[in-house]
């Protein structure tokens, strides 16, 4: 298994405004699958993916990424964990405004000791035409596709994706999750997305459902959906 989570905890505050966010969430996914995390407001997700992501500390429990172990972990250590594995996609894009589509890129290509190729990149991610652009002269979905470049420019082995659509129309929802599978097919990237939209799930290889704190249910798909087909974006 190449993320394996076990029993894990996360709670905030202390006495009157103590609140148990993960009550011992375990998991796990293979390498090169795309994984839906769902659930309501508050049930846990982005939690969940900020644990894996060593952005929250646990409380307790086990978080193993290709066999490493991130739970306590020095602040250093997280954030080579997070350098050598790990490429972040928000549903706000965090571009720098001051630096072009390309400009943005590199900054995250000069983190990794084998970049991919940004010619390439950019080529696979439709932003050639764009790269010396500003992220105020580029569109939302743009903007989420440079986003997307600098994830991915640091070849990661594990993308989490917190509400990679939610700031979009449908019709640019799609074409980011087509990148995204596309991404997944050509490199082999493991992907966590965590989303509100039902329709996501259905182009994934499994899908865990949270509700309060705890995994509810969770399976692998039997039939999967190509995004250019999924309804109700």
């Known amino acids: 298994?190449?993320?394996?989570?076990k029993d894990v905890k996360k709670s905030y505050g202390k006495d009157?405004?103590?609140?148990?966010v993960l009550k011992g969430v375990t998991t796990g996914v293979e390498r090169g699958r795309m994984c839906v995390i769902q659930g309501t407001s508050g049930s846990g997700k982005s939690t969940l993916l900020n644990c894996i992501g060593g952005l929250d500390d646990m409380d307790s429990g086990s978080v193993k990424?290709?066999?490493?172990?991130?739970?306590?972990?020095?602040?250093?250590?997280?954030?080579?964990?997070?350098?050598?594995?790990?490429?972040?996609?928000?549903?706000?894009?965090?571009?720098?405004p001051n630096l072009t589509v390309r400009e943005n890129i590199q900054v995250c290509a000069f983190l990794s000791e084998n970049p991919l190729d940004m010619d390439e990149l950019l080529e696979t991610l439709g932003m050639?035409?764009?790269?010396?652009?500003?992220?105020?002269?580029?569109?939302?979905?743009?903007?989420?596709?440079?986003?997307?470049a600098r994830a991915l420019i640091k070849n990661p082995?594990?993308?989490?994706?917190?509400?990679?659509?939610?700031?979009?129309?449908?019709?640019t929802s799609r074409d980011i999750l087509i990148l995204l599978e596309k991404i997944n097919k050509k490199y082999g990237t493991t992907?966590?997305?965590?989303?509100?939209?039902?329709?996501?799930?259905?182009?994934?290889?499994?899908?865990?459902?949270l509700k309060d704190g705890l995994i509810k249910r969770e399976y692998e798909n039997e039939k999967i959906i190509p995004a250019a087909e999924l309804e109700d974006l």
Request: charged share 20%; aromatic share 10%; hydrophobic share 40%.
């Open 191 to 209: 992907m966590l997305i965590v989303t509100h939209n039902n329709s996501i799930k259905n182009m994934v290889h499994k899908v865990i459902i």
């Open 157 to 171: 082995k594990l993308l989490l994706c917190d509400e990679p659509t939610g700031a979009l129309d449908s019709k």
């Open 1 to 5: 298994m190449y993320l394996e989570v």
């Open 128 to 148: 050639t035409e764009h790269q010396n652009k500003f992220p105020a002269q580029l569109s939302g979905g743009q903007q989420q596709r440079c986003a997307i």
């Open 16 to 20: 009157s405004s103590y609140i148990q």
């Open 65 to 96: 990424v290709d066999g490493q172990e991130i739970f306590g972990l020095s602040p250093s250590a997280l954030s080579d964990y997070r350098r050598d594995n790990l490429g972040f996609i928000f549903q706000f894009y965090n571009l720098v």
